[in-house]
């Protein structure tokens, strides 16, 4: 039977970091697509979506704070 990996938490910060970027270039681009569309529809997923991704931000803001305060009681 396979023993568990141990928990690396090595790289955390930085693919988390990666995520807040990516998510915030979407958001970005959402909102270029919302200024020039007259879509109504569209313009109102979009909206929501962005919504969504703000409040994933918030969550993924709170990791890094977390993984952060991980490393400073390792030292």
Same mark, same amino acid.
């Given at each position: 039977?396979?023993?568990?990996k141990?928990?690396?938490?090595?790289?955390n910060?930085?693919?988390i970091?990666?995520?807040?970027?990516?998510?915030?270039?979407?958001m970005?681009?959402?909102e270029?697509?919302?200024?020039?569309?007259?879509?109504r529809?569209?313009?109102?997923?979009?909206e929501?979506?962005?919504?969504? /991704?703000? #409040? $994933? =931000?918030?969550?993924? &803001?709170?990791e890094? /704070?977390? #993984? $952060? =305060?991980?490393?400073? &009681?390792?030292?």
């Amino acid at each position: 039977m396979d023993r568990p990996k141990p928990d690396d938490r090595s790289n955390n910060a930085d693919r988390i970091q990666f995520n807040i970027n990516h998510t915030i270039r979407n958001m970005e681009a959402a909102e270029e697509l919302i200024e020039k569309t007259d879509d109504r529809k569209m313009k109102n997923e979009l909206e929501e979506k962005n919504e969504r /991704r703000g #409040e $994933a =931000l918030q969550g993924m &803001r709170e990791e890094i /704070r977390e #993984e $952060a =305060l991980h490393k400073k &009681r390792r030292q």
